[in-house]
């Protein structure tokens, strides 16, 4: 079945500094790539997505790139702000609608002015 | 609008016991899951449903059971708890066919002792 891992697992950054996340999945067959964030005693919210059929999607602040051929994707936080601190998730999906997601296991990423 | 709504927000229970955590969604979407989330772990995929009558397992069904009679309600069953099942349970739920954004629950803490 999928296997999603996603380094780092913690994260520190000054205020301004941009921050990245990596994740990489092990089913050729995963069409579909979330980040969710997840603030403290909250359920997760998606943030951005990507499909298969896409390298890159930029959303403001944030950006996610897939490459598919090495079945790596990641995060990219620019101009980090205190409130972007936060445990964020990956995950892969694992059914055609893309619907049942394997999440990695967090990175808590914190930020300080 | 609601959203997803899950119940209880804590419970504690003995070994052995069971008990039902409820969750149901007023957003008209087809699909749902549950997961549960521990430290250092991520989230984990217990059961999914594609819609009413339809469900199938994710990455740690052991020991839980769903059913889906309608689209607004799926119900997590423990039959006989376990300490292993000390968990934060997040419900989720999205449009399905190719509308993933997964909206979650705010959690069920539980505890079994």
């Known amino acids: 079945g999928e296997n999603v891992e996603q380094h780092p697992s913690t994260l520190s950054v000054q205020e301004g500094d941009s921050a990245v996340i990596k994740c990489t999945y092990s089913d050729s067959a995963s069409n579909y790539f979330p980040w969710y964030k997840q603030e403290l005693g909250k359920g997760p919210q998606l943030i951005i997505d990507?499909?298969?059929?896409?390298g890159e999607k930029k959303d403001q602040r944030i950006a996610v790139t897939l490459n598919k051929t090495a079945k790596h994707f990641s995060l990219h936080i620019t101009e980090t702000q205190p409130e972007d601190s936060a445990v964020y998730f990956c995950?892969?999906?694992?059914?055609?609608?893309?619907?049942?997601?394997?999440f990695g296991k967090g990175t808590t990423l914190s930020v300080s002015s | 609008n609601a959203g997803v709504t899950q119940t209880p927000k804590f419970q504690v229970l003995k070994t052995g016991q069971s008990m039902t955590l409820q969750c149901a969604q007023d957003m008209n979407h087809e699909y749902m899951s549950w997961y549960r989330q521990d430290p250092g772990m991520g989230l984990r995929l217990i059961h999914y449903?594609?819609?009413?009558?339809?469900?199938d397992q994710g990455e740690v069904p052991n020991g839980y059971n769903v059913s889906r009679s309608t689209t607004e309600d799926f119900p997590l069953r423990l039959l006989s708890a376990a300490p292993s099942q000390t968990s934060v349970y997040f419900c989720?739920?999205?449009?399905?066919?190719?509308?993933?954004?997964?909206?979650f629950g705010s959690g069920t803490q539980l505890s079994v002792l």
């Open positions: 995950a892969a999906s694992v059914n055609q609608a893309g619907t049942a997601l394997i």
């Open positions: 989720a739920s999205s449009y399905g066919s190719g509308g993933e954004k997964l909206f």
């Open positions: 990507i499909r298969s059929n896409v």
């Open positions: 449903s594609v819609g009413a009558g339809i469900t």
